[in-house]
């Protein structure tokens, strides 16, 4: 298995955190499938050899189509090689989709969407073009001219600020308290999380909160998960509980002893 990180071109780099290829020689490589735990960020897939396997929590699994963007608010998705395999993704911010797509992010919130329901026949021909590319790097390079063909600066603007003051108080904040602040109307705030995050700000700073408990989880330091609960903002252990189950279907032990967990969160 060969794994490239790319980092996007100044003018991308505000809404895309990173470009990734993978290669794969066989799914025996890959090993037991993979869990990707929920974080409100939209992540574009480009297949070029065999695609993967996914599922929804809930689902079963299903072939992916050759290109794709998958949204994960509430639920943790599973994917797994089918054979010979390659692809180049670009992982966005939470603001990001909402600069590339022309189509809300609730309208294909917790679920995946072929990039030709997207963006039409410009998705089927960027396919051709990384199917023919000889390189990863020419491959990561065709990927961001077509996403710098598509991106608008002047949609849902402010949601990069919201977005980051959820996340600097990681996740423990209020919407009332949060408006007042950013001197935004409750609905007007609700609206902008729904279009570019598919979910409620309530909903993301839950999200967050979770992120924040998951990282905190893996780092140690803690002496007992009731003290990592309130620390990260939960009113006790029993509702920390709860929330690890609903967004990873693990309890934190079993979140603790799983090799195939993997969680990204912010940058």
Known sequence: MRIGTFTPDPSLA?????????????????GSPERILPDGIVEIVFHYGAPFAMRYAGESFRMQPTS????QTRRF?????????????????????????????E????????????????????????????SRRERVRALQSFLRGKLREDRNSALEGWVRAIRNRRGDVAVSGLCAELGVGERSLE????????MTPKQFARLTRFL?????????????????????????????NRNMKD?????????????????LGSE
């Not at 794709?68 to 949204?71: K, R």
């Open 14 to 30: 505000r809404h895309i955190q990173c470009f990734t290829v993978l290669e794969l020689d066989g799914s025996a490589a890959f």
């Open 68 to 71: 794709l963007a998958v949204s």
């Open 77 to 105: 998705v599973e994917i797994r090689p089918t054979g010979r395999s390659g692809f180049v993704s670009a992982r966005l911010f939470p603001w990001g989709a909402c600069r590339l797509f022309e189509l809300p992010v």
């Open 107 to 134: 309208e294909f919130a917790d679920r995946s969407i072929p990039a030709q329901e997207l963006w039409g026949e410009d998705a089927a021909r960027l396919e051709e073009r990384l199917a023919l590319a000889g």
């Open 191 to 198: 609206r902008g999380f729904r279009e570019g995050l598919g």
């Open 212 to 240: 924040e408990a998951c990282r905190a989880l893996r780092s140690g330091g803690w002496t007992s998960l009731a003290e990592l609960a309130l620390a990260c903002g939960y009113a006790d252990q029993a509702h920390f």
């Open 247 to 263: 967004f990873s279907g693990l309890t934190p032990r079993q979140f603790l002893a799983e090799n195939q967990v993997s969680f």
